[in-house]
């Protein structure tokens, strides 16, 4: 190798290790005994930031030096996966249902440093998850509320009465923005947005299994799909539409924009949730992993998530009584939402939902009816006893079961009986087929009945 | 002797490909599961059969204003993918094509199409397709506020958003198609042309003639390049039909997100993709080669006439109105990064807030700093691995050079979504998930290794038409004087080429800090909060524009401004220092 090689190559190794040195200086990877904490969860990147600083700047981070945490946002499905990698030490935010599910997969480490157990034992039991031996699976550290940012701009509009509760919104008015090709609300996908996925599942359990499908299919008419609550959040904010779920945070998120938009809990429908946190089963810091859970359980960490995120707190904690002034008034608007219920029919209603109502094919067909129905009713040729009777057709549908072949209709007892066989993908996929087909077969029978009205 | 000498030149390469396409993608895709996502795509309702028709432009009356809506109707997904993709790759063409007769006849024309066309290849993924949604926004957006006094309204939705959106991105790569391929031919016969009166019509005819196969890559390549897109449709998803798209379906249903599992029909949906883009690189594949000939033959690229007339004014002002709005696009990308918001306004506000909510995010400067480390190790691997295998290839040093190149070229037509679940589900499954090999442990392993043989065809291709253009006396001289080829290669070919295709490694280099499908799903594996995480810009960029809407879209787009700014000028001493080392 001559000379002009080896400065050559020389040089390119420079540049590599150069960039290389640069990334490892720009945070120091340095300093061993520090720990940098990996948690997975379900906050947006900005309340990552949020969290983190605040934790960082806090006594216990010193005191256990804790350099740094790092915070990874991926679908539940890898959740498992991750928890027995040995390369993630928490799982922060989501919902129940999951964490009692990995809890149950034995995915979860047992909680045993002894100042957090003493923490948590003082807690009301529907906070602490614990598995089958007594252990503690996860701890709820805040409790908030679902609900819908309503964007007054967008009302005044269109001309819309503001909705008081879910069922407000299968009044055919909210139709009327499909007349000019705007959407009432924002929807996102049950099967991307735990706030969808609860609202859903809370308005099936309000207003009963055969009504909630008929109020979500009306809710799926007036909907622009959307993949996260985000999304939602931000058109509800901007006044692209009129209703968008959401939690209370990003409710007053929402709110700060000052476009019109409020946060609303509809009328004896908030549904209450946990936010709960949960160590790693192979967790590379168990101990550091407590410590951040044990910030969250100080009064500083209460103090700092109802700050944040309007969290409710869990313990009794002074100096924030403000937000429990936001919940008292609230108190009677709560319902009690049965999560247990929810996770029977969990993969069976979000795959009926995503095949009946938002899949692209099925939903332009349910706009196309809406649109219709909009129209005729401004013509005075459709009352709303017409149009609620054209709804009942709508939901819930019957299908042809993709394993016998029959006839049957979606209930919630035929739920409860596929649900578990869904978790098979080629079933999933079979059921979503046999949905949508069945949808679009009935919404072009609706649609055509629609037209020799008019 | 010359077989193990050229196996020396192909063999590296063929083991990253092996390790990294090959053996993930036969994993994932077996026969029966193959069979399975065939048969699930064709039992699904609305996929080649249509469920809705409507007219596509809907004109309504309100409050003394006409509001022009414009809809793809529901014609079933894989002819609105098609349809889309056609009218997409045939406008792209047509306003490419426009520009390209000024642009060749006037020189002062020449670069200023040229300066736009580049200003409009910078990639800004996902932030340009928002900005394109904010654009023509129907209450606030810049187009509307400017119609709305003439009384009009134009209301884009779904597909028809994601086709305007695709136009504006794709209309420079099909210019600098057409246009380095017309410069490639003699250019004795444009002037004889000129000198016999062409203008306007006649020469575009000329044009017409002789670009014939340059005009097939550029439609087959932006053909491909819509049906595979996924940041339009993504951004425009609140409405059917972009939902309805193949790309959307198969990228958004692949995964149960809460369960795991796959769905077979979203593998249907992407292999549908696959099958396509393969149809069309075959039908289309001479042309292309010709095309690349072409391109990098390294003619003078300057106009005919050195001063405007009447005509060259009237050739401006095309230019600017037709390859205008795509560099507006990334113009307006750019200057969002040096502006303070973009909400509820035609345009962003003057301001530094973007820079300075950049500078006070240290999740997002490591972001810039880890696609830099990774497009700098990925552009040497591309250098040092391709350049042999396009030499040999194009020399047709093997037998089975054809199908070596159609290996190569593979990875064009592979979905990214298939790969990353495919190098998830493999290496997961042989390091297993707790080793620190794994795609959770070293998600920048898989990250450059994917970057290397998904953009691979980008570099591979040009390049070996440019091995095609040198003559071979050289190499002959050196055979009978005893060289072996891989010395041949070493010697004489790899300093030439390597320095010559400086541009095209600068374009792949773009190309891998810009990477999308790899980078939201492995490239988030090992965290992306906080300064010490591993996730790749995009991978930021995707995450902060799906949870925290246009917040942060600045502040993005100021950050890949940086990250090109980094990573092309030292991909420029990259490619000097590795041709320097084959001396």
Redesign the interface.
């Known amino acids: 190798m ?1 000379g ?2 080896i ?3 020389v ?2 190794i420079v ?2 290790v150069a ?2 040195v ?2 490892a200086l ?2 120091p ?1 340095g300093g061993k005994k520090e720990v ?1 904490l ?1 948690i997975v969860t379900r906050l ?3 309340e ?2 949020e969290i ?1 600083q605040a934790f960082l700047s806090s006594k216990i981070a010193k005191e256990y030096h804790i350099k ?11 959740w ?3 928890a ?5 030490d928490l799982f922060f935010i989501g919902e129940k249902v ?1 964490y009692d599910r990995l809890c149950k997969e034995g995915a979860f480490a047992p909680i045993t440093m002894d100042k957090l157990v003493s923490i948590i034992n003082g807690l009301k039991p529907q906070f602490v998850g614990r598995d089958t031996r007594g252990n503690i699976c996860w701890v709820a550290v805040g409790q908030a509320v679902y609900g819908y940012i309503v964007n007054n701009n967008f009302l005044k509009q269109y001309n819309l009465p503001k909705p008081v509760k879910w069922g407000s919104l299968e009044n055919p008015v909210y139709l009327k923005p499909l ?5 009432t609300v ?1 929807f996102p996908r049950p ?2 947005s735990g706030t969808a ?1 609860t609202t859903m599942h809370g308005i099936l359990q309000i207003y009963g299994w055969d009504d909630g499908w008929r109020l979500l299919t009306v809710i799926g008419m007036e909907a ?5 609550s ?2 939602a ?3 509800a904010a ?2 692209i539409v009129g209703v968008a779920p959401a939690y209370i945070g990003y409710g007053i998120e929402a709110e700060k ?1 000052g ?1 019109g938009a409020v946060f609303e809990i509809p009328r004896g429908e908030g549904i209450a949730y946990i936010s709960p946190v949960a160590l790693a089963k ?1 967790a590379p810091h168990p101990r550091e992993a407590q410590a951040f859970i044990l910030w969250l359980l100080s009064p500083d960490g209460q103090k700092t998530i109802a700050k944040l995120f309007y969290y409710l707190p869990v313990r009794n904690i002074t100096g924030i009584s403000w937000v429990k002034e936001v919940y008292q008034k609230m108190k009677g608007n709560i319902f009690q939402y049965n999560r247990t219920l929810a996770e029977k029919v ?2 069976a209603a ?1 795959t009926y939902f995503e095949a009946a109502i938002a ?3 099925t ?3 349910l ?2 009816i809406g649109q219709l129905a909009a129209q005729l009713m401004e013509k005075g040729k459709l009352s709303k006893n017409q149009w609620l009777r054209i709804v009942e057709q709508l939901a819930p549908l019957t299908i042809k079961d993709p394993w016998t072949g029959k006839q049957v209709k979606f209930t919630l007892e035929y739920a409860e009986k596929i649900n578990n066989k869904l ?4 079933d ?3 059921f ?2 046999a949905v ?2 069945a949808a ?1 077969n009935t919404y ?1 029978k609706v649609l055509e009945e629609l037209k020799s009205t008019s | 002797m010359k077989s193990n000498s050229v196996l020396k030149l192909v063999a590296p390469v063929l083991v990253v490909y092996t390790i990294g396409v090959f053996i993930p993608l036969l994993a994932l895709l077996t026969p029966t599961t193959l069979a399975r996502s065939i048969l699930s795509v064709l039992h699904e309702p609305g996929f080649a059969k249509p469920t809705l028709l409507y007219s596509p432009v809907t004109i309504i009356h309100e409050n003394r204003t006409r509001m022009i809506v414009l809809d793809f109707p529901l014609i079933g997904s894989l002819w609105l993918t098609l349809l889309v993709a056609l009218i997409v790759s045939i406008s792209s063409f047509l306003l490419a094509y426009i520009v390209l007769v000024p642009a060749i006849l006037y020189r002062p024309i020449t670069r200023i199409s040229l300066i736009l066309a580049l200003i409009g290849l910078l990639p800004y993924p996902f932030i340009e397709a928002y900005v394109v949604q904010r654009v023509f926004d129907p209450r606030i957006g810049l187009v509307n506020t400017l119609l709305r006094k003439l009384g009009v309204i134009i209301v884009v939705k779904g597909a028809i958003g994601v086709l305007i959106y695709q136009v504006l991105v794709f209309t420079p790569v099909a210019f600098v198609i057409l246009l380095s391929y017309v410069y490639s031919l003699p250019r004795e016969q444009l002037e004889a042309a000129l000198q016999l009166g062409a203008r306007g019509a006649s020469l575009a005819r000329l044009i017409y003639r002789a670009a014939r196969p340059a005009i097939v890559a550029s439609l087959s390549l932006v053909l491909v390049l819509s049906i595979d897109d996924v940041a339009g449709p993504l951004v425009f998803e609140q409405d059917p039909s972009a939902r309805s798209l193949l790309a959307y379906r198969a990228y958004t249903y692949f995964l149960n997100s809460v369960y795991g599992g796959f769905s077979y029909t979203a593998l249907g949906h992407a292999i549908v993709l696959l099958l396509l883009s393969v149809l069309v690189f075959a039908i289309s594949y001479r042309s292309i080669a010709e095309t690349y000939r072409g391109i990098t033959s390294g003619r003078e690229r300057a106009g005919l006439l050195p001063r405007l007339d009447r005509g060259g004014a009237l050739g401006l002002v095309i230019v600017v109105a037709f390859l205008g709005p795509s560099a507006l696009l990334k113009i307006l990308c750019i200057v969002y990064g040096f502006s303070s918001k973009w909400v509820a306004s035609p345009l962003p506000s003057p301001g530094l807030h973007q820079l300075r909510l950049l500078s006070s995010s240290p999740d997002i400067l490591r972001a810039v700093l880890n696609s830099f480390l990774y497009t700098t190790v990925s552009i040497i691997l591309v250098l040092v691995l391709l350049s042999p295998a396009a030499y040999a290839v194009a020399r047709r040093l093997i037998r089975a050079s054809g199908l070596l190149d159609a290996a190569m070229m593979s990875t064009i037509a592979i979905p990214g979504i298939v790969l990353a679940y495919a190098y998830y589900q493999f290496f997961t499954s042989v390091v297993g998930p707790g080793s620190s090999l794994s795609p959770i442990g070293m998600p920048w392993l898989y990250l450059v290794l994917g970057y290397v043989v998904r953009r691979a065809p980008l570099y591979y291709k040009p390049l070996s038409a440019l091995v095609s253009s040198l003559p071979l006396e050289l190499e002959e001289a050196a055979r009978n004087l005893g060289a072996s080829i891989a010395r041949i290669y070493r010697s004489i070919v790899a300093p030439i080429i390597i320095k010559r295709g400086v541009g095209i490694a600068a374009f792949t280099s773009l190309s891998i800090a810009s990477e999308v499908s790899l980078s939201i799903t492995i490239g988030g594996l090992g965290g992306s909060s906080g300064a010490n995480h591993p996730a790749p810009l995009t991978n930021l960029v995707a995450s902060y524009i799906s949870f925290s809407g246009l917040a942060y879209a600045g502040a993005l787009a100021l950050a890949l401004t940086l990250l090109y700014a980094l990573a092309i000028p030292v991909t420029i001493i990259l490619v000097k220092l590795v041709s320097a080392l084959h001396r």
Not at chain 1, 68 to 78: C, H, P, R, W
Not at chain 1, 224 to 228: A, E, L, T
Not at chain 1, 423 to 426: L, M, T, V
Request: aromatic share 6%.
């Open positions: 001559d002009r090689r400065a050559a190559l040089a390119i540049i590599v960039i290389g640069g990334l720009f945070k990877w940098v990996k947006s990147p900005e990552q930031k983190r740094d945490v790092e915070f990874t946002k991926v679908d539940y499905s890898l498992k996966q991750l027995l990698s040995g390369k993630v999951v007349l000019s090709h705007a959407y924002s099967t991307k996925r622009g799909i959307v993949d996260s985000e999304k959040r931000d058109q901007e006044g924009e476009k192979k969990d993969l979000t899949d692209s094919d939903n332009a067909l706009k196309e978790q098979n993908n080629a999933r996929d079979k979503y087929n949508k087909s679009i072009k």
